[in-house]
Structure formats: C-alpha cells, structure tokens
C-alpha cells in the first residue's frame, strides 16, 4: 500500500537532495518532493536554472528551498555540497545527474570527456552515498535512488563509456540496497529509457515521436513518479512498460 505523505515524509524527510535538479527528471522528482512536504536541496551546475526552479516551487508550495552550485566531476564537491547542507537532515537523495550529451566512437573523443563522466556517473554517486546513506543508516530511515540508463544493459558503439558508467549506478544500488535493508533505508536504482527533456534533445534526438519501433518516448513526471512508488521495493525498476519488455527481448540477445 503506498504511503501517505506523512508517512512519506517520516521515512524520507524533512529534505530531500536532488542531483541535477533544474530540468527534466531531476525537476520532476522535486516537484514531487515538494508536493509531498519534504524541503528541497536543488543541485546542478546551472545557477540561472536552479534560481528559476526555486523561485517557480517556492511558489506553489510551503516549504524551504535551498540551491547549490556545484560540479559534480570536480574533486571538491563534496566539500561544496556540505558547506550548505551539514546543518540539515537530508532523508533522500536523488542521483539524477549524467545524462550524456551527444556520442561519437571512443578513440574519436578527448579521453578527458570519458574521465568526466566516470567522475559524474561513478565517483559522484559514490561520494554522495557515502556521506548522506551514512546518516541515513544511523537514523534507520531514508533512502536514495540512484539514475541510470537503458543503455546500461549492453555496450554501444559511440556511447562506449556512458554505458559502462550507468551499468556502474546499477550494480552499486543494487549492494547499497542489501547492505542497508537492516537498518530501513530504501535503495533503488531507477532505469531510464528515452525521455523528453532538455538534456535529451540537446543531444540531438527527435523527441516527437519514435522512428525505429521503439518503447514510447516517456515524460519526465511519469520516470520520477515510478522511482517514487517503487523505492521501498528495489533494488531496481525499470521505467515504462515499453521499457521493460525491451529489457527482456535485451536479456535473450546472444552477446557475441
């Protein structure tokens, strides 16, 4: 039986952090939090964006609202990140940030932008895990969800390192789940498929509609609200109907 938003608000609050906040999913999911009660923690590099989905929040809902800048591939977010919520209680976090922005093949890229995104996909949700799931374990409550995507299933050609780094925000929820069941803190690992967002068509793709047969591109709303329904249930859910049953046409695929 899903919870109401006290008994939401018990587990998971009174903040609620969200990575990669000022657009698409990782708005959405605030968006949700805040309908909910929880304050929010708006994280992303983009300080017009995250003014501007603060001020429209703080609007519509009674709660706090507090931005941070930060760059999750620098080697002091951390120090950042914790300069503007140590004298809060964070009961979730969200890991929304790292979508990829175009591809090419490996060897035709600068190896500083694959190191990037190790650093964002790997290093950044570790980091974060360890420093807020640490809190959340001594409490006994709260939970993280941690992003990733469906190209996390199978190597790709031209998203080489993207996919390997994703295939990492799967597996590592996946032992954070086990290892703090005990201690009532929720861990899932949300799977993405195509979905509209910014991030998504800076990257190049048509969004109006699917050309090659594939899953019904999704709404933002829609991703976060199936994270949010599904995180006392992990360790992972994958998004979409659509998306699913691609998934198991994807674990019959010979891999040679």
Not at 220 to 226: G, L
């Amino acid at each position: 039986m899903p919870l109401t938003d006290s008994e939401f608000k018990q587990q998971y609050g009174p903040w609620s952090l969200i990575a990669g906040a000022s657009e698409g999913i990782g708005l959405a999911f605030a968006e949700q939090m805040a309908a909910k009660g929880l304050n929010l923690v708006l994280l992303s590099r983009s300080p017009s964006k995250l003014s501007e989905a603060a001020t429209s929040i703080k609007q519509r809902y009674a709660i706090d609202v507090r931005v941070v800048v930060a760059d999750l591939t620098a080697e002091d977010c951390l120090h950042t990140i914790r300069a503007q919520t140590d004298d809060i209680e964070i009961g979730m976090m969200i890991y929304n940030a790292g979508a990829v922005h175009g591809a090419d093949l490996f060897h035709d890229e600068p190896i500083e932008k694959s190191l990037g995104l190790v650093n964002l996909n790997c290093r950044g949700p570790v980091l974060l895990a360890h420093h807020f799931g640490l809190s959340m374990r001594e409490r006994k409550r709260g939970g993280m969800i941690f992003l990733s995507s469906m190209a996390a299933f199978a190597g790709g050609s031209y998203v080489a390192t993207y996919s390997a780094t994703k295939a990492f925000d799967i597996i590592f929820p996946q032992s954070l789940w086990h290892e703090l069941a005990p201690y009532n803190v929720n861990v899932l690992c949300l799977v993405a498929g195509a979905t509209r967002t910014p991030a998504m068509a800076s990257s190049g793709l048509d969004l109006s509609e699917r050309k090659d047969g594939g899953p019904a591109i999704m709404e933002s709303t829609d991703v976060a609200n199936e994270g949010l329904a599904q995180i006392a249930n992990g360790p992972v859910w994958i998004a979409g109907e659509g998306n699913r049953a691609t998934f198991e046409k994807l674990e019959s695929v010979p891999r040679s």
